[in-house]
């Protein structure tokens, strides 16, 4: 595989995950974990999500879109009914939280719960499929898999870091509400389009 190819993969992989909701996922893990933490759970999920995808290969594309699809919907509009449901934490009950969080909160904890939620929405996500679809035309699963791995890698960085950037400027309530909101689109975008 050329540079080129290589790069085009990293690219296309990167800008496919971007706006999907585990960037958003992680940035709402940000408010309440160590960005360190995340990004090395995430990285984890995501690189077992792509050797799964390369191992597969077209296997992956054969399962019924129409099934796939019910499945995210209902996914993305249980996340927003979620984030907008969950009560907010006055100042004194976050404080008390952040404290009782300090000493029973683990960084093994928190990668596991990084790796966890990355594992299971990237689970037959739109980047799984294209890297299984890449395996099969370019047949060099190791250069897709390294380019795919490298390129979420770097979304789960930015949405890891990103996120604790964020919620020094917009207030974490505002974040929430923007993750639900989007959530609820793409649930409702998944429903219609069916």
Same mark, same amino acid.
């Given at each position: 595989m050329s540079v =080129? &190819? @290589?790069l085009g993969i990293f690219a296309l992989m990167f800008l496919i995950e971007l706006p999907d909701k585990t960037m958003i996922a992680m940035i709402v893990m940000s408010t309440r974990a160590r960005p360190s933490s995340i990004v090395t =759970? &995430? #990285?984890?999920? +995501? *690189?077992v999500q792509m050797g799964v995808a390369v191992l &597969? =290969? =077209?296997?992956l594309t054969l399962l019924p879109s129409h099934l796939k699809d019910v499945v995210v919907a209902l996914l993305f509009l249980g996340g927003a009914g979620f984030l907008l449901l969950s009560r907010e934490e006055t100042a004194e009950e976050k404080g008390e939280h952040d404290a009782q969080s300090e000493q029973t909160s683990t960084r093994l904890k928190?990668? &596991?719960t990084a790796f966890s939620v990355i594992f299971i929405s990237e689970f037959g996500d @739109? #980047? !799984?499929i294209q890297a299984a679809n +890449?395996? *099969?035309k370019t047949? !060099?699963?190791l250069e897709v898999f390294l380019a795919a791995s490298l390129a979420l890698i770097s979304v789960s960085f930015l949405g890891a870091y990103g996120g604790q950037f964020l919620q020094r400027v917009v207030p974490i309530k505002w974040i929430r509400r923007g993750a639900a909101l989007v959530f609820g689109v793409l649930g409702i975008y998944t429903l219609v389009r069916l």
């Open positions: =080129g &190819a @290589f =759970g &995430a #990285s984890i999920g +995501f *690189v &597969a =290969g =077209g296997l928190e990668m &596991a @739109f #980047s !799984q +890449f395996t *099969v047949h !060099q699963p």
